[in-house]
C-alpha cells in the first residue's frame, strides 16, 4: 500500500524550513521553486521531499548564486555543471574573505591610532621600544607641500591602494640631523607602513628604542615639540638616529583643524654623559 504524501501549506513550509512565506511566494512566481500541488482553489500544497530541493537552493543563493543562474542550472543540471559553478563561487569567496580581512586589518589600525589619540598629550615625551617594521617610501620631497609635493603624495597614495587594495593615510619622514640642526621642515619623503599580508616594502625601520610625542594642533606646533623632544633626549643623556616617522592619528575623526593630532616617533640611542 502506498504512503500517502503530507502536504504542507505555504505557512507551514515554510515554518518547518525557517523560511518567510514571502520568500517562497517570490521563488512561486520566478519559477525557481513551485509547491508539489495546488488544488482547485489555487492553495499551495508543498511535500516533505521539496525540503532538501529548497536547502539545496538556499545555499546556492547564500554563496552568492542569483535565481537566473540557479534555474538555469536547473533546466539541465549535471555533475560538471554543479561542479565548475560550485569552484567559481569558492573562488569569489576567498577573494571576498581576503578582501574582508584587508578591511578588518585596516579598521583594527584605525582603531589603535585613535585609541591613541584618546589620551595624546601636546610635548609630551616618552622612551619607548618598537620592533621591527616594514616601510614603504615615496619619492623624495621638498617639504614645501606645494604642487610637486603634491603630485609625489598622489602617486604614492595610488600604489599604496594597488598593494593593501583600499586607501590608507601615509605620514612624512625627516632625517635625525636634520632636526638636530633645527630644519624640523627638511621633510625627505612620504611613508607608510607595510603589513604582515604582503611581502612588498622599501626598507626596515630596525627594531630598538624611540621616543615619541605627540603635536596637538596645527603643524605651526611641530617645530615647538621638536624643541621639546630634542631638550628630552639632552637631558636623558639619548642621541636622535635615523629618523623622525610624523603620522595622523585622528583624520577620520577630524572636526576642526586645531584638533589634528601629530604622533611623532624617532630613533635613539643612549651616549655617556
Known amino acids: 500500500m502506498r504512503k500517502k504524501k503530507i502536504l504542507y501549506t505555504t505557512g507551514q513550509f515554510a515554518k518547518l524550513n525557517g523560511v518567510n512565506k514571502r520568500t517562497l511566494h517570490y521563488y512561486d512566481e520566478t519559477g525557481l521553486f513551485s509547491p508539489e500541488f495546488r488544488d482547485e482553489n489555487g492553495y499551495r500544497y508543498y511535500t516533505c521531499f521539496q525540503s532538501v530541493q529548497l536547502e539545496f ?47 578588518k586589518t585596516f579598521l583594527e589600525q584605525k582603531s589603535d591610532k585613535l585609541s591613541m589619540s584618546l589620551t595624546a598629550e601636546h610635548g609630551k615625551v616618552e622612551l619607548i621600544t618598537l620592533p621591527k617594521q616594514r616601510i614603504l617610501l615615496s619619492g623624495p620631497i621638498t617639504g614645501a607641500f606645494d604642487e610637486d609635493d603634491f603630485a609625489v603624495a598622489g602617486e604614492f597614495s595610488l600604489r599604496l591602494k594597488r598593494i593593501f587594495g583600499l586607501y590608507d593615510n601615509f ?98 640611542k643612549k651616549i655617556s654623559p
Open 57 to 103: 537552493i538556499l545555499i546556492l543563493r547564500r554563496i552568492g548564486l542569483s535565481i537566473e543562474e540557479i534555474i538555469r542550472y536547473q533546466q539541465s543540471p549535471s555533475d560538471a555543471s554543479l561542479e565548475e559553478m560550485i569552484t567559481e563561487k569558492k573562488r569569489l569567496i576567498d577573494k571576498s574573505v581576503q578582501e574582508l580581512l584587508r578591511t
Open 171 to 268: 605620514g612624512s619622514r625627516i632625517p635625525a640631523e636634520q632636526i638636530l640642526l633645527g630644519n624640523c621642515h627638511n621633510y625627505e619623503c612620504f611613508f607608510a607602513c607595510g603589513r604582515e599580508d604582503t611581502e612588498i616594502y622599501d626598507t626596515i625601520r630596525p627594531a630598538g628604542s624611540f621616543l615619541r610625542t605627540f603635536c596637538v594642533g596645527s603643524w605651526e606646533r611641530l617645530e615647538e615639540v621638536y624643541r621639546i623632544l630634542c631638550r628630552f633626549a639632552e637631558d636623558n643623556h639619548l642621541e636622535l638616529s635615523g629618523y623622525a616617522y610624523e603620522e595622523g592619528l585622528n583624520e577620520m575623526s577630524l572636526r576642526d583643524r586645531d584638533d589634528y593630532i601629530t604622533m611623532i616617533t624617532v630613533g635613539c
